[in-house]
């Protein structure tokens, strides 16, 4: 099996936005991670919306087809389902350190804020909650309830990392994909992976 630079949890959810979610993923593989990957029900039907990007149903056959549309390593994407509690992220003792919802919903937001644990995606953000390791959460909604407010301030309070999906423009996009970076790359920075896909701002300022 390949060795690994380092071991992530990647969550993606039904809120808009899937395009951010699939782009983090091909840059985390290219960094040599491996990657855990949460997929809820929903997130499955916004990814076929949103990108075309039709998953099979059956578990091994969805496994087989991410492994060929990423050109993965060996063992590089572990696709989880949302019950299987005997997965690593799902034990503190086995979890990876990091973890990104991107894009989180607020439903599933409002879930770890409250300890839930309904599904893996709960259940693997309370594991980095609790080893206090690095859970960071982007999230697309707007405009925000008073409610979506209360529960990212009680999320902040505890460690996490809260970034709305809202690219910048300093660096002057030409394409939906040079926006949709801007986010992927303020995430990796986050994640301490180096980029390239956008410099610093004033980077190149002498």
Request: overall charge negative; some cysteine; proline content about 5%.
């Amino acid at each position: 099996m390949p060795a690994f630079d380092r071991r992530i949890t990647l969550a993606l959810t039904g809120a808009s936005g899937a395009p951010y979610g699939l782009r983090l993923l091909q840059q985390l593989l290219a960094a040599n991670s491996q990657v855990y990957l949460l997929l809820s029900d929903a997130a499955k039907i916004v990814l076929a919306t949103e990108s075309e990007l039709a998953i099979p149903q059956e578990h091994n056959a969805a496994q087989l087809f991410l492994n060929e549309y990423f050109n993965a390593q060996e063992a590089q994407i572990q696709l989880l389902e949302k019950s299987d509690w005997f997965s690593a992220p799902a034990s503190g003792s086995s979890s990876p350190k990091q973890m990104v919802i991107c894009p989180c919903s607020m439903g599933t937001l409002s879930s770890i804020c409250y300890g839930a644990s309904n599904n893996l995606i709960e259940r693997a953000a309370d594991v980095i909650l609790k080893e206090r390791g690095q859970l960071l959460i982007a999230w697309r909604e707007s405009p925000l309830s008073s409610i979506h407010l209360e529960n990212m301030l009680s999320l902040s309070k505890l460690g996490v990392t809260l970034m709305p999906l809202a690219p910048g423009f300093y660096h002057k996009p030409q394409t939906l994909e040079d926006i949709i970076d801007f986010m992927v790359a303020r995430i990796l920075d986050h994640l301490k992976i180096e980029q390239s896909l956008v410099l610093p701002w004033m980077s190149d300022v002498k």
